[in-house]
């Protein structure tokens, strides 16, 4: 029914049948009777009407605690339709209550900072995230300028300058940030923040291998091209000088290759595109292979044991032979002649162990740490003298780690140095 009808209609009723009722006790009792009772129904009338307005006023003071009063008349409609809007907001309410909470979540999750501002930068919201990046407390610092909180000049500038298309670079707190703010709606800003430390980290690694790759490689083939020079400029050199220049040569020449041969060890070892193979690994048969190629690098300057005692492992031989090469090739060549080197493979407790042990030059403390970086060496003249790459330790490493084992360094200036592998015991 039009809503119209559905209110007058019942209200005329409603006064047509006071006034009959009024009109019924004029006809049989008299004017005086009529008029006081139609005087009394309308007073009864206007009485109901302001008892529920007075309950509608009560209510709407206070609406969210209070039950809708129920009605008469007319007021039952009023009151039915108020309690359907209200059921209908406080179902809103919900909705949106939710709907910010998953809001909220999502945002925590979030690998990226987001602080959401007002027009002047008055912090309203931030994720955890950005918490951290920014030294943020959404707590301690609700309702507060947001360039009172970032103190960076260069956030200051951005700010200032107002170009917001690009993201800016800032160094903040040990990190390294992308921040990018982004105006939305007409009266709010978004400041995104992303934490680039780790690529840039590898970015920078990357540049210096390469710087440290193409210099290593220049200096052999910079010898190589001097001797042709000399060739073709000089063709009637002596036999003996001739001879001479073909073996240095080579030397670089097996350098350059011990070089490259390193590199794509290095890379295919990092390369999560090339997965490990376990196989079981025979312990035994491997570590004499390694001293056998030990034995032949010293060629009798030094007296290298080998003790296996331990049992055989699930990895990749490749992998290990690479590894364990490296430290027995190590101890080779930084061990003065006449000193010793013991390998040993044993088992205990916490897993299986390899040990080099040489007498040899050993290390300064202060190298220890780094001697597993790419192209890290203590002395250059002396690693290259003896065909060291400088890729040697970090082959190593990321040998290891794809076994999940772990290596220390021990050593003494003078004395000698000890390379401990440590496997787990679930690699048996
Ligand atoms: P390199 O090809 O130069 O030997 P590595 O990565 O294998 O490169 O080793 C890094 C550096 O660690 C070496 O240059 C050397 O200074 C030091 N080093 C490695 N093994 C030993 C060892 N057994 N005794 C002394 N110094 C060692």
């Not at 005329?12 to 009722?21: D, P």
Request: aromatic letters at 8%; hydrophobic letters at 40%.
């Amino acid at each position: 029914m039009n809503p119209q009808l559905f209110f007058w209609v019942p209200a005329i009723l409603r006064l047509l049948l006071a006034l009959g009722c009024a009109g019924v006790i004029w006809f049989f009792w008299g004017m005086t009777a009529g008029l006081i009772a139609g005087v009394a129904i309308m007073t009864f009338l206007v009485a109901v009407q302001l008892h529920y307005l007075y309950r509608l006023g009560n209510w709407l003071d206070n609406p969210a605690s209070e039950k809708i009063p129920d009605g008469w008349g007319a007021w039952t409609d009023v009151f039915s339709r108020l309690y359907r809007i209200r059921r209908d907001t406080e179902r809103n309410q919900a909705e949106l209550a939710e709907w910010l909470t998953r809001f909220r979540q999502a945002m925590s999750r979030l690998p990226d900072g987001v602080v959401i501002m007002d027009d002047v930068l008055f912090l309203e919201w931030c994720n955890p995230v950005a918490e951290q990046h920014l030294g943020l407390s959404l707590e301690r610092d609700r309702g507060m300028r947001v360039t009172n909180l970032i103190r960076h000049p260069d956030f200051m500038d951005y700010i200032i300058l107002g170009r917001y298309e690009q993201p800016l670079t800032l160094t903040l707190r040990e990190r390294k940030l992308v921040v990018h703010l982004i105006p939305f709606e007409d009266r709010r800003q978004i400041l995104v923040t992303h934490d680039a430390t780790q690529s840039e980290r590898i970015d920078m690694m990357r540049r210096d291998f390469i710087a440290n790759a193409s210099h290593e490689l220049r200096t052999p083939l910079t010898v190589i091209n001097g001797f042709l020079e000399i060739a073709s400029t000089q063709p009637n050199l002596d036999q003996a000088t001739r001879l001479g220049h073909i073996k240095l040569m080579t030397e670089q020449g097996q350098r350059m290759q011990n070089l490259v041969e390193d590199m794509l060890t290095l890379t295919r070892l990092e390369s999560i595109d090339y997965p490990m193979r376990p196989e079981r690994v025979n312990m035994g048969k491997l570590l004499e292979q390694i001293l056998q190629e030990g034995l032949a690098l010293s060629a009798g300057r030094h007296t290298i044991t080998l003790t296996v005692d331990g049992s055989d492992i699930n990895g990749n031989a490749d992998e290990l032979r690479s590894a364990f090469g490296n430290l027995v090739s190590n101890a080779v060549r930084y061990t003065p002649a006449d000193g010793s080197i013991d390998i040993l493979w044993r088992d205990t407790e916490q897993g299986s162990q390899f040990i080099v042990r040489d007498t040899g030059i050993g290390i300064q403390p202060e190298h220890i740490p780094r001697l597993t970086e790419r192209f890290y060496r203590v002395d250059k003249s002396r690693s290259r003298d003896t065909q060291g790459t400088g890729l040697g330790l970090a082959i190593v490493k990321h040998a290891l780690l794809r076994h999940g084992a772990t290596i220390a360094i021990e050593s003494e200036v003078g004395k000698g140095s000890s390379f401990i592998v440590y496997f787990q015991s679930s690699s048996r």
